[in-house]
Nanobody
């Protein structure tokens, strides 16, 4: 079992920054690939960013590439998402997720999910 809890969401003006954190617990966390997904009102949950369990490789959705940075700190059992140059279209509930086997953008591969944290970007 892996438990994930997101934090750091809030309201920010366009062009601003937020840093989301995902606190993880569970014996296998350090060997799980981690990802961030988001879901805007009326839309499907979509991939944002992912990082391998080693932290050596990352991948981003085209919509956030160059603006968002995913990182993990195994010592602290956290996975962060630094979001810069935020746009109104970034408004969504952001979810942290853990994949037990594959490093992928496919949400079906992620077995464990946090409760989500709201990010609202005003224009």
């Amino acid at each position: 079992q892996v438990q994930l809890v997101e934090s750091g969401g809030g309201l920010v003006q366009a062009g601003g920054s937020l840093r989301l954190s995902c606190a993880a617990s569970g014996r296998t966390f350090s060997t799980y690939h981690m990802g961030w997904f988001r879901q805007a009102p009326g839309k499907e949950r979509e991939f944002v960013a992912a990082i391998t369990w080693t932290g050596t490789n990352t991948v981003y959705a085209n919509s956030v590439k160059g603006r968002f940075t995913i990182s993990r700190d195994k010592a602290k059992n956290t996975v962060d998402l630094q979001m810069d140059s935020l746009k109104p279209e970034d408004t969504a509930v952001y979810y942290c997720a853990a994949a037990p086997r594959f490093w992928t953008i496919e949400k079906s591969a992620y077995e464990y999910w946090g409760q989500g944290t709201q990010v609202t970007v005003s224009s």
